[in-house]
């Protein structure tokens, strides 16, 4: 519990055996009252490792993406009556130490949702992140902020937090097919910035764990799409 909240960390999670346990472990459980993994279909012992470590795990019949993972997720919280929802990647590349820092603005000065940013100052990336990557996580928020108005730093990172009452806002609609995958993320920060919700970004760390231990689920093409395809869809007004 934080100040008097309730916390769930909410973890998606696609054959993660390798890494699921120490993002577990990093969880402080006087900070957060569940760690929540949501085992997207996985064919490995990502569940049984998950759990060993003290996690609530929710396995899904069969993959469905990481977006209709945090939607289970996310019904998941509001059905146990949680105040706060903190998201953390699965393959350990947050440090659930920095929690603190996303859910500070929202408990003390009024704001709605948190998002980390790497390219503040006091922030940084290190590990195998992929060059690729590198590009795509500065032109990405360059895009999105022509199109909401506001200067951003990092938009496709998932490590966020934000207060689940936003999700009572029926102009976000969050069970859509096409937002399975990795659009739901972003489009969940685009309606927030638009809808005139409270957003910070706070600076945070991200470290790619050695490519030895796991090679990112992002598929280049389809997956590169379906993180630009909720802003061209909402900035252009084809779908809400």
């Not at 998950?50 to 993959?63: D, F, K, T």
């Not at 350990?92 to 948190?114: G, N, Q, R, W, Y």
């Not at 490590?159 to 399975?180: E, M, N, T």
Request: aromatic share 10%; glycine share 10%.
């Amino acid at each position: 519990m934080y100040e008097g909240y309730r916390i769930i960390a909410i973890v998606p999670a696609f054959n993660e055996e390798l890494k699921i346990g120490r993002v577990v472990q990093r969880c402080d459980r006087e900070l957060v009252d569940t760690v929540l993994v949501v085992d997207d279909g996985s064919t490995d012992e990502t569940a049984r490792v998950a759990a060993s470590q003290g996690a609530e795990v929710l396995s899904l019949e069969r993959v469905g993406g990481v977006g209709k993972a945090l939607r289970e997720g996310f019904r998941y919280a509001r059905e146990h009556d949680f105040d706060i929802v903190v998201i953390l990647a699965g393959n350990d590349k947050d440090d659930p130490a920095e929690i603190p820092a996303l859910l500070a603005p929202l408990a003390h000065d009024d704001v709605d949702f948190v998002i980390g940013s790497r390219y503040l100052a006091g922030g940084a990336y290190g590990g195998d992140m992929p060059r690729y990557r590198k590009l795509a996580t500065r032109l990405h928020p360059w895009l999105m902020s022509w199109f909401v108005g506001k200067r951003l730093t990092e938009t496709t990172n998932g490590f966020r937090a934000f207060w689940l009452s936003l999700l009572d806002d029926d102009r976000i609609d969050l069970d859509q097919p096409w937002l399975d995958q990795y659009g739901l993320e972003v489009y969940l920060l685009f309606k927030v910035i638009k809808l005139g919700y409270q957003h910070r970004e706070v600076p945070c760390t991200k470290i790619y764990p050695s490519r030895t231990i796991g090679q990112t689920k992002m598929r280049p093409i389809v997956g590169w799409w379906s993180i630009l395809k909720p802003i061209y869809l909402l900035g252009c007004g084809i779908k809400a």
